[in-house]
């Protein structure tokens, strides 16, 4: 089955420093999603990404974080200035179209930990 | 926007048939039922989705009654490795631009 793939899988970082993650999304989808998940608490949807636009983006994707399809398979999140909250797993998603039925597939996650 | 309740949390042993069930009162027309588990240090994945009766598939069973009010995930002879969070999703929590998860139901399986 295709998977969206995601790296590094673990990111040690100190804070204000800037990182990016990096998702391969499944070849054929075309919305791309990012979601983080900080320990004990449930995922929380960043932004979502179509047609080199962002869709729709949460309270929690201020100006500190963009998203990026540098190339035809590679999708990126940078947090410019890390904070040590930002510290969660973060995932990257993918989806075929963006119907409210369509179910969305996800990487197994980076965990990011500022320091 | 559908609002869902499940139960937190929930034990079961091995071998046991397990029933997650999720209400969703205000359930509109046209929203789907959509279930996504999580491993631990691992991201949700789609496990099965329907509108109404019975859906079946290798991995759970969904059972909707006729007003749609609440819908049954059933995991049939659990193992440990079923030990995850479900996510219950309906409407517009589900799919478009901006897939909402609530805090789920964490299954715990003993051997």
């Known amino acids: 089955e295709p998977e969206v793939t995601q790296t590094p899988s673990h990111q040690v970082t100190q804070m204000g420093q800037e990182v990016i993650l990096r998702c391969v999304p499944i070849s054929n989808h075309l919305y791309f999603y990012w979601y983080r998940q900080i320990l004990g608490q449930k995922v929380e949807f960043l932004v979502s990404f179509y047609n080199n636009e962002i869709s729709e983006k949460s309270e929690i994707f201020d100006d500190q974080f963009s998203v990026e399809r540098p190339d035809g398979s590679n999708f990126t999140l940078k947090i410019r200035s890390t904070k040590l909250e930002d510290s969660a797993m973060y995932f990257c998603?993918?989806?075929?179209?963006?119907?409210?039925?369509?179910?969305?597939?996800f990487g197994s996650g980076t965990q990011l930990s500022v320091l | 926007l559908a609002k869902t309740t499940q139960p937190i949390s929930m034990d079961s042993y091995e071998g046991q048939e397990v029933n997650i069930t999720c209400s969703h009162n205000?359930?509109?027309?046209?929203?789907?039922i959509t279930w996504y588990q999580q491993f631990p240090s691992q991201g949700p994945r789609f496990i099965i989705q329907g509108y109404k009766t019975k859906v079946t598939n290798e991995v759970a069973s969904l059972f909707i009654p006729a007003d749609r009010k609440s819908s049954t995930l059933s995991l049939p002879r659990v193992s440990l490795s079923d030990t995850a969070v479900y996510y219950c999703?309906?409407?517009?929590?589900?799919?478009?631009?901006?897939?909402?998860f609530g805090a789920g139901t964490r299954l715990f399986v003993k051997a």
């Open positions: 998603a993918s989806s075929v179209s963006a119907a409210t039925n369509e179910k969305l597939f």
């Open positions: 999703l309906v409407g517009d929590n589900t799919g478009g631009f901006k897939t909402i």
């Open positions: 205000n359930i509109a027309t046209n929203d789907y």
